[in-house]
């Protein structure tokens, strides 16, 4: 397909067939849509098998790793742009704590338990193996590649600002 102007590629409709000679007419939001929802879904999918889920491992996480015991707040604002919905974020840590994977302290801040640490590290675990599944056939190069592209793309779109947050 010849360029519509300079080096810009004309913009094809989306084709999940398209031959390789044809992806730089693909529309990238079909693509890293498709992408994300297969990835997420399988993810998911296997999280289920074992009675937890991503926004659960997400919190973990951000309670294991985080520079200081969050509180309550904190994780509800740095995780709801991930989640599924404002209120997500809140009833996940209601679940950790009712599962007492997550304990508060006299502070209100969060901290795991044993049984959240031990849960942690399950799913991790499971993240591990099935990141090897997603990236089966994709050298680190390659995915370094791709995710500089998508990084660019979102600084493209939303700025300089946009660009260091979650993806």
Known sequence: MKPLTGTTTDQAPADPAAPDDMLATQPVGYWSGLAHAAVTRHLRDAMAKIDATQPQYWVLNRVKYGPTAPSRAELVTQLTPLADGQHEIARVIDQLLHREWLR???????HLTDAGEAARARLRELVTELRAVVHKGISDEEYVAA?????????NVEGDEGAG???
């Open 165 to 167: 947050g979650p993806l």
């Open 147 to 155: 995710l500089k592209v998508l990084r660019r793309m979102v600084t």
């Open 104 to 110: 508060i302290d006299v502070g209100q801040r969060l």
